[in-house]
């Protein structure tokens, strides 16, 4: 009975990760970067300078004179000052969203602007860019998809990942006796080695981020839980999160009643949760008598995810205290397990960390995905080869090495698209979607050694290019950067530099073992035709 | 304190490494008494506890467990491969 379970569970473990894995490995790959989301964003506009550091006060009164000018009217607005050295940007960013249109077709107009702290005038960027939040946003949003058919895929490849991670802990036999071992150059053992190892030594990890990622869609699994306590009354439905949090939905008076000075409501939140803790300032209905103004903060732990002050923008009333309220308990518990899945509460080590088990989630899925193949590999002649099996070696070949690829070209039309380009961010993704689609193409065409090594030559290529082409287009290059100290900008092409390394030992490794397969072919045939020419001989 | 927590991460994931038979036979091509073995593997564990210790008193509960789990993550995987790459050149 034993031995059937764990064989069912092995069964499961395989057939579950194999249908997700490349889907799984564009989420690991897209969601670790979004942990650096605002530093690629810094990387990709490197004209914007970055702004002396200046108090939460005084940013929020320069945005409010900002916005009172230029989007009066808006519905909403967002003001996020700049912060030093952690997770926030380094500048003064407005955001706003319109009224919606009284046409339904029109969507609500948006904005947004980055402000000078010391001339309250806006920067201008001249390198439009789809930056690192787009990037970032791909893991669960999928792009190209419809936002709702996203949620739907990126929720059932959780669920199965979650059902591989589960499966796979009962599967292995000797997991801690196992624990450490992990044998070199064996072939097939040496995957599956590395396979373990990389799983066991991130397993809490990955518990965490898909446990996590699946309580993002926990609506999506479990809607009848909503329905059986409002029924089919979508408007008691969306009133959920009000009822479970104690804050309704702002309405809109329609009575004109100006707003007071933003940097009140700060000072108000500063003395209360002291300095350094304000991430940003929501205003909703500015200029209407039932304005609300609510002032965000970080999560400073885990335990004590991300609140707000809710304030009357009129009379300056403080409305809700969402830091210090009593949550039920499975808020609170999804509340910490979401804290821990986006990671914001983590310092720049931290944040290393969650980027290290990230790429060491992604090694996981690839690893595995490479050992399924190479299992399953015709040990005869390859023309055994069915298209189930080639068709998994492709997608391998072009997810596993072909997305590094296309994300080192996202980066690269960053730098080379025409900077008064029309939909120049879009095209960024377009061109890391296009050679994506190359990948594909020419893991399709060649033969399967030739289409590993020449991709992973290709993401060396691509990298180790990127410092480059930085130096060529911008002034920002990594030795201007070590010099004036912009770690950001240094990081960034360091870590690039590093990337494309690893990439070009691994494209060498392969080109060996290449031309060591091409001599062994070419010695045994030699041998084969010494042999003939004797019988030749012997027989005459 | 993070370095320190990190130390003994990595001490902590050595013991346990070289108190299993195969690797520290593989790597001392000695045997390993059970006597041995108990007191590397209490050394380990007790590393280990001391680490996630010096963590949450540096960093708080939250952070520094969640810290400590990745500073191990990457001790063990430090030993894996330095194992392995010992026992290569043995």
């Excluded at chain 1, 997991?175 to 080695?193: C, E, K, N, V």
Aim: net charge neutral.
């Amino acid at each position: 009975m034993n031995g059937m379970f764990r064989q069912s569970m092995t069964w499961l473990h395989t057939w579950s990760c194999l249908i997700v894995c490349w889907l799984l490995y564009f989420m690991f790959i897209t969601g670790t970067l979004g942990y650096f989301e605002n530093e690629i964003d810094r990387w990709m506009t490197p004209e914007v300078p970055v702004a002396p550091l200046v108090s939460v006060v005084d940013s929020v009164h320069i945005a409010q004179a900002y916005l009172t000018d230029n989007a009066g009217d808006a519905q909403n607005w967002f003001i996020r000052p700049p912060k030093l050295g952690d997770r926030e940007a380094r500048n003064l960013h407005v955001f706003w969203r319109g009224l919606p249109a009284a046409e339904k077709d029109e969507p609500p107009t948006r904005g947004e602007a980055i402000l000078s702290v010391s001339s309250g005038n806006v920067i201008e960027n001249p390198r439009e860019t789809a930056g690192g939040r787009v990037l970032y946003r791909m893991h669960y949003l999928l792009h190209y998809f419809p936002n709702r058919s996203g949620y739907y895929i990126m929720a059932v490849a959780t669920m199965l990942m979650f059902i591989g991670l589960m499966t796979g802990v009962i599967a292995h036999k000797k997991i801690f006796r196992d624990f450490f071992t992990f044998r070199w150059a064996r072939g097939q053992r040496s995957w599956l080695d590395m396979h373990n190892v990389l799983s066991v030594a991130t397993l809490p990890f990955q518990f965490m981020i898909t446990y996590s990622g699946l309580l993002f869609t926990i609506s999506l699994w479990m809607p009848l839980i909503a329905l059986g306590a409002y029924g089919f009354d979508m408007d008691k439905i969306r009133g959920l999160q009000a009822e479970l949090t104690g804050v309704e939905e702002a309405v809109r008076s329609g009575e004109p009643a100006p707003l007071l000075p933003l940097h009140t409501f700060v000072q108000k939140a500063e003395e209360k949760l002291g300095p350094g803790r304000i991430r940003g300032v929501n205003v909703t209905f500015p200029g209407d008598e039932n304005s609300r103004v609510s002032v965000l903060t970080f999560a400073d732990s885990v335990g004590r995810s991300a609140g707000s002050l809710i304030y009357s923008g009129s009379n300056g009333e403080l409305q809700h205290d969402q830091i210090d309220a009593k949550l039920p308990g499975g808020l609170q518990f999804g509340g910490v397990m979401i804290a821990l899945h986006e990671g914001l509460f983590a310092g720049p080590l931290l944040r290393w960390l969650y980027f290290l088990s990230g790429v060491l989630g992604a090694g996981m899925i690839a690893t595995g995905a490479i050992y399924w193949a190479i299992k399953r590999k015709p040990k005869t002649h390859a023309s055994d080869v069915g298209p189930g099996y080639r068709f998994v070696e492709n997608m391998n070949v072009a997810t596993i090495a072909g997305l590094l690829v296309a994300v080192g070209a996202y980066f690269w039309a960053n730098r080379l698209l025409p900077l008064g380009m029309n939909d120049r961010p879009e095209w960024e993704v377009h061109c890391m979607f296009i050679t994506w689609g190359l990948c594909f193409v020419h893991a399709i065409v060649r033969p399967m050694n030739r289409a590993w090594y020449e991709q992973c030559a290709a993401v060396a290529a691509v990298f180790i290019g990127l410092p480059l082409i930085n130096a060529l287009t911008t002034d920002t290059h990594l030795i201007n950067s070590l010099l004036s100290r912009d770690w950001v900008m240094a990081a960034f092409d360091a870590t690039c530099l590093v990337t494309g390394l690893v990439a070009l030992w691994v494209a060498l490794l392969l080109r060996n073992r290449i031309d060591s397969a091409e001599a062994r072919v070419l010695m045994n045939s030699t041998a084969a035709q010494n042999v003939a020419s004797d019988e030749v001989q012997t027989s005459v | 304190m993070t370095f320190i927590s990190f130390l003994l991460a990595l001490l902590g994931s050595n013991l346990l490494c070289y108190s299993m038979r195969r690797h520290y036979e593989l790597l001392s091509s000695r045997t390993l008494t059970t006597t041995r073995v108990y007191l590397m593997r209490s050394a380990g564990y007790a590393c280990l506890l001391g680490g996630a210790a010096v963590a949450v008193s540096a960093s708080g509960m939250g952070i520094g467990l969640t810290l400590f789990t990745a500073l191990f993550t990457v001790a063990m995987l430090s030993t894996v491969f330095g194992c392995t790459c010992l026992s290569r050149v043995r």
